[in-house]
């Protein structure tokens, strides 16, 4: 029979490897709708899942003043975060906390009209002020065109990876106070051309605190003394 010491380290481990698996430290299902608004600039506001919410933020900026933000049907979720009005240079923005999080990922679905943007890059910063180029370009495919898994985004069309994009182990991004990732445009578009975003997610794996393995360690050091 085991010892209790013996359970007790076993159960310690359990519990940090549990911990440490990939967790979702904050994601935007935009389950809500907005009312659509003009301006050049918009949020959505903090994240509805995940398990560090708290200060997060979704928002989209445009030179354009006229650009109309609104929330169409997602990516088998209820709704998205859309706009019209893209110049050169405007960009869709989360901010989030990775504070105790290491090898953090990032995933999204985004897609566009016929005549909307669609060459865009990732850029990330941890101050909101200097952004490094995380990646330097991606196309993104339009909705309803023809090609595998390109249907019209709706609630149940399911999600289509076709239109998902995933960054794993992002550089420096690991157990930040402030973390902003910019999804910005490079693509000169007719106006009322759109893209939408959905179902971003940022997550990572929970840094065990110094004191749970402490724990483990002294447990471990004294199942084996009892053996």
């Known amino acids: 029979m085991k010892s209790f010491t013996s359970l007790t380290a076993s159960a310690i481990a359990v519990a940090l490897v549990s911990s440490a698996e990939g967790a979702w430290i904050a994601g935007w299902s935009m389950p809500n709708s907005m009312t659509s608004f003009t301006g050049s600039a918009y949020s959505i506001g903090i994240a509805d899942q995940g398990d560090q919410t708290a200060g997060s933020e979704l928002r989209g900026y445009h030179a354009l003043a006229t650009t109309v933000w609104s929330s169409p049907s997602g990516n088998g979720s209820p709704y998205s975060f859309s706009s019209n009005g893209w110049s050169v240079g405007d960009y869709y923005e989360v901010r989030v906390s990775t504070s105790n999080y290491s090898d953090i990922s990032l995933s999204w679905d985004q897609t566009r009209s016929s005549t909307g943007p669609s060459s865009f890059r990732v850029d990330v910063s941890t101050d909101g002020t200097n952004f490094t180029t995380l990646l330097a370009s991606y196309t993104v495919m339009q909705a309803g065109a023809s090609g595998t898994n ?78």
């Open 150 to 227: 390109t249907l019209s985004w709706s609630v149940t069309a399911g999600v289509q990876s076709a239109f998902t994009r995933v960054l794993s182990s992002i550089a420096g991004a690991d157990n930040q106070s402030t973390l902003v990732i910019r999804f910005v445009n490079l693509s000169t578009v007719a106006t009322a051309g759109t893209n939408r975003i959905d179902n971003i997610i940022v997550s990572g794996t929970l840094i065990p605190a110094p004191g749970a393995v402490a724990l483990l360690a002294v447990a471990g050091l004294a199942s084996r003394r009892r053996r």
